[in-house]
Every structure is written in C-alpha cells, then in structure tokens.
C-alpha cells in the first residue's frame, strides 16, 4: 500500500530528526516513509510480522485495546502518526505521548463510510467534526478534511494535521 497522499503532504511540519510514533502501523507503509526522511520511527501493532527493525525503527508488539496498559509509559515524540484506526480509549495517552510543539497527523474513516464497505461500525469511523473537537484548545490546526476520497478505495475519512500547544 501506498503513502497516504494527507501523510506525504504534511510530513513537512515535522522537524528535522524528529521522533516518529507509528501508531497501529500495520504494514508499515509511513514506519519506513518516515524512516526514508531520517525520522527514528517506533512502530506499534499487535501483529508486527511484516515490521522490520532497522537503525532507525524500533518495533513493539502490542495490544492497544483489551485493557492492556499503555505500551510506551511516558514517552514522548515529536510526531504521532495514525492512520485507517481508531480506538477512542487511547486518544489521551496518544495526545499525552506527544511533545509540547509535536505534530499530530491522524486520518481515518468517518460516518458516510458505511454507504462504501468496511469499516461500517460506529466504533471505526470518526463522528461529524470529532478529530477537530478532540483537539480544540490543546493544538494549532494547520490543516482539516472531512471528505470522501476515490483512491486507494471510495471512502468517507477525517483527516487533521496539528500542533500541540498545551
Ligand atoms: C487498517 S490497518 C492500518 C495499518 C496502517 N496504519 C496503515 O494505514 O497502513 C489497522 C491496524 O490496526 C492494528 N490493530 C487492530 N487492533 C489492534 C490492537 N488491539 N492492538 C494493536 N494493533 C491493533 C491491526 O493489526 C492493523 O495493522
């Protein structure tokens, strides 16, 4: 799978050397986007078979959900990054796992995509307006959609691109 055009196109406000927080990074598609910039990039997902550690990303299997605890204690990066997943319990700790100044690129499925396919279920797909109210007082926006796109798939998606302020 690709880079997500949103991801390629805000990678940019990230600093130079920043740290990376590949959050549910799958396949790893912006673990090594992120990494080919010269991030140290610290991938996390229940099945990292297709994750490979290299010198500048470490891998971590985790659950994220099930109660378990938070996998990075207190932690901090210069960017989180989390696409095509969502599970509302961890926006705190994700927020939290952000430095003062760190930049939050987050997109994923929003109400409308059930019209399309998967994810149908209220809990996988963002409600009108959510990501901007999850970080209203906290983050600087640069930039915010709620749209449908057509590629790679037709889908309904929220995608905001951000900086903390507090
Ligand atoms: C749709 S994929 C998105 C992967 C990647 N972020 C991307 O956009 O290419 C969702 C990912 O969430 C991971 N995931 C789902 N439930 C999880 C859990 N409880 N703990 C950790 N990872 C989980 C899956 O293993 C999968 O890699």
Redesign the pocket.
Known sequence: ?TT?SWIATWAGLLPAGASVL?????????TRFFAARGHHVTA????VSELAAADNIEVIA?????G?PWPLGDRRFGAV?????L?RPLFPALFEALQPGGILLY?TFMVGNERFGK?SRPEFLLKDGELLELVRGHFSVTAYEARMISEPKIAMVQRIAARKTS
């Open positions: 799978m997500s590949d959050l549910a990074a799958g396949k790893g598609r912006h996390i997902d229940r099945d985790a659950d994220l959900e099930n378990s990054v989390v696409t095509n997943y599970h997109e994810p």
